[in-house]
Nanobody, 123 residues
Framework: QLQLVESGGGLVQPGGSLRLSCAAAGRTLDSYNIGWFRQAPGKEREGVSSITMTDDTTMYSDSVKGRFTISRDNAKNTVYLQMNSLNPEDTAVYYC????????????????WGRGTQVTVSS
């Protein structure tokens, strides 16, 4: 059974940066496509970014494109989300997820989920 644990969230000022980590246990992440999602209070969960297992194809939502970067380190069994130029609209709980359907940011196409890490962007 694959288990995912997110870390790296916190409070940051507008314009600041954070790097989220998604660490895996139980299985190796290089067998899965990985996605990052976020959910703000009162809003639906939305896809932020994803990376495929086969060729590291990446996808980004329009709201984060150019500011966020997803990457994977198979040796550390970890996927990262580097978030730059953060703004208050990025405030949410961020989740990583693993699945087998490539190049997607649809939540229902991911099978395994972490519990999330809170990101708050505020002055």
């Amino acid at each position: 059974q694959l288990q995912l644990v997110e870390s790296g969230g916190g409070l940051v000022q507008p314009g600041g940066s954070l790097r989220l980590s998604c660490a895996a246990a139980g299985r190796t992440l290089d067998s899965y496509n990985i996605g990052w999602f976020r959910q703000a209070p009162g809003k639906e969960r939305e896809g932020v970014s994803s990376i495929t297992m086969t060729d590291d194809t990446t996808m980004y939502s329009d709201s984060v494109k150019g500011r966020f970067t997803i990457s994977r380190d198979n040796a550390k069994n970890t996927v990262y989300l580097q978030m730059n130029s953060l703004n208050p609209e990025d405030t949410a709980v961020y989740y990583c997820a693993a699945g087998f359907i490539g190049a997607t940011m649809y939540a229902h196409e991911f099978e395994y989920w972490g519990r999330g890490t809170q990101v708050t962007v505020s002055s």
